[in-house]
Nanobody
Framework: VQLQASGGGLVQTGGSLRLSCAAS????????MGWFRQAPGKERELVAA????????FYADSVKGRFTISRDNAKNTLYLQMNSLKPEDTAVYYC????????????????WGQGTQVTVSS
């Protein structure tokens, strides 16, 4: 599967953005998906994950209650709705996919999108 992330940009503190990750192919619905982010000088970290059916989701503590991960398997698209953004959310955001792995380790995901920059100004 090939992944294309989009929707990043510059937003003020307290603002919102919705990221999208478009997947190629007809098998998107069989992949568990995740959103990761990487800030300069920091390791890549999980933001949120969702199972292939959308039946289970997981969030990093830092984004709980502010971010929502969702997917539309009919449109082959993964979403991340980000509300109440903070300067510490500034990072490059990546979407990732794997047919088996569902969790918080970046090494568990086999496929990655190219990343989209999110910058939150204070």
């Amino acid at each position: 599967v090939q992944l294309q992330a989009s929707g990043g940009g510059l937003v003020q503190t307290g603002g919102s953005l919705r990221l999208s990750c478009a997947a190629s192919g007809r098998t998107f619905s069989t992949y568990n998906m995740g959103w990761f982010r990487q800030a300069p000088g920091k390791e890549r970290e999980l933001v949120a994950a969702i199972t292939w059916s959308g039946g289970r989701t997981f969030y990093a503590d830092s984004v709980k209650g502010r971010f929502t991960i969702s997917r539309d398997n009919a449109k082959n698209t993964l979403y991340l709705q980000m509300n109440s953004l903070k300067p510490e959310d500034t990072a490059v955001y990546y979407c990732a996919a794997d047919r088996v792995y569902y969790g918080g380790s970046s090494s568990g995901y086999a496929y990655w999108g190219q990343g989209t920059q999110v910058t939150v100004s204070s």
